[in-house]
């Protein structure tokens, strides 16, 4: 499993705190963030909820941006940690299917990368929805690995190593276009799916375009691919950088619902 499904049981779990702050300065995660945020409708005095809210960057934007209340929960207890060291005072250690919170609490709850990391996130979307009020909103953001592209010369090792990334290093790596139909078996109304997608020409970017290099060698450690395969794909994408045509993609989906 990736390494923000269970922070605190890795071993080194402040240095994931270190991955959130640089994709943070990323302005392509600056740009689709904000736009979440403003797909909450936010207005000021009200209440908001943040489910997987990692170091707690984008619920202190929400507070100073619209003059409301957030509260920020993860299970992690390294995130909650951040949290606090950010300043945040309304945090909370819990699982996303077992809110600490009672019913129509909030006016509004997002979670922005979270879902792909869940046990289940059918019972997450549940406890979102029966903690936000009626005609209050919820914005669920994810990447779609089923959208994954990389230029390198051998396609077909690329679509192998980009499937690992997708069906096994994520719990649910491709349920991003899914989000909506989730949102409607949940009852919600006024659903829309935005598409960003996010695209890397620098492969030291993004995090160093989020460990892409290294998924080939972890898939041969896990048996998925020959050690051959693995060396082949990082001598590709080493000569694709070389050659300036370096090119990764991958689309994340904004979807947002209204709670009835």
């Given at each position: 499993?990736?390494?923000?499904?269970?922070?605190?049981?890795?071993?080194?779990?402040?240095?994931?705190?270190?991955?959130?702050?640089?994709?943070?300065?990323?302005?392509?995660?600056?740009?689709?963030?904000?736009?979440?945020?403003?797909?909450?409708?936010?207005?000021?005095?009200?209440?908001?909820?943040?489910?997987?809210?990692?170091?707690?960057?984008?619920?202190?934007?929400?507070?100073?941006?619209?003059?409301?209340?957030?509260?920020?929960?993860?299970?992690?207890?390294?995130?909650?940690?951040?949290?606090?060291?950010?300043?945040?005072?309304?945090?909370?250690?819990?699982?996303?299917?077992?809110?600490?919170?009672?019913?129509?609490?909030?006016?509004?709850?997002?979670?922005?990368?979270?879902?792909?990391?869940?046990?289940?996130?059918?019972?997450?979307?549940?406890?979102?929805?029966?903690?936000?009020?009626?005609?209050?909103?919820?914005?669920?953001?994810?990447?779609?690995?089923?959208?994954?592209?990389?230029?390198?010369?051998?396609?077909?090792?690329?679509?192998?190593?980009?499937?690992?990334?997708?069906?096994?290093?994520?719990?649910?790596?491709?349920?991003?276009?899914?989000?909506?139909?989730?949102?409607?078996?949940?009852?919600?109304?006024?659903?829309?799916?935005?598409?960003?997608?996010?695209?890397?020409?620098?492969?030291?970017?993004?995090?160093?375009?989020?460990?892409?290099?290294?998924?080939?060698?972890?898939?041969?450690?896990?048996?998925?691919?020959?050690?051959?395969?693995?060396?082949?794909?990082e001598e590709q994408f080493d000569e694709?950088?070389?050659?300036?045509?370096?090119?990764?993609?991958?689309t994340f989906f904004l979807t947002a619902?209204?709670?009835?």
């Amino acid at each position: 499993m990736h390494g923000f499904t269970d922070v605190d049981r890795e071993s080194d779990p402040n240095s994931w705190v270190g991955v959130l702050g640089r994709l943070a300065e990323e302005p392509f995660y600056q740009a689709y963030q904000r736009r979440v945020r403003e797909l909450l409708h936010p207005a000021p005095g009200r209440r908001y909820l943040e489910v997987g809210a990692g170091t707690g960057a984008s619920a202190a934007r929400l507070e100073d941006e619209h003059g409301v209340s957030v509260a920020a929960v993860d299970r992690a207890l390294t995130m909650a940690a951040a949290m606090r060291a950010r300043g945040l005072t309304r945090t909370a250690v819990a699982d996303a299917r077992h809110l600490p919170f009672l019913d129509n609490s909030f006016d509004g709850a997002w979670a922005d990368r979270t879902v792909q990391h869940l046990a289940d996130p059918h019972a997450a979307i549940t406890e979102l929805v029966r903690v936000v009020r009626p005609a209050g909103r919820i914005v669920l953001a994810d990447p779609d690995y089923d959208t994954q592209v990389l230029d390198i010369a051998d396609q077909g090792l690329a679509r192998r190593v980009l499937r690992f990334r997708a069906d096994v290093l994520l719990r649910n790596g491709t349920l991003a276009h899914h989000h909506a139909g989730l949102l409607a078996a949940h009852g919600l109304v006024d659903i829309t799916v935005e598409p960003r997608t996010l695209v890397v020409r620098d492969p030291t970017a993004v995090d160093n375009v989020l460990g892409l290099r290294s998924w080939a060698a972890t898939a041969a450690q896990r048996g998925a691919l020959d050690p051959a395969e693995a060396r082949a794909f990082e001598e590709q994408f080493d000569e694709a950088v070389a050659a300036r045509r370096f090119t990764y993609a991958v689309t994340f989906f904004l979807t947002a619902a209204t709670v009835i």
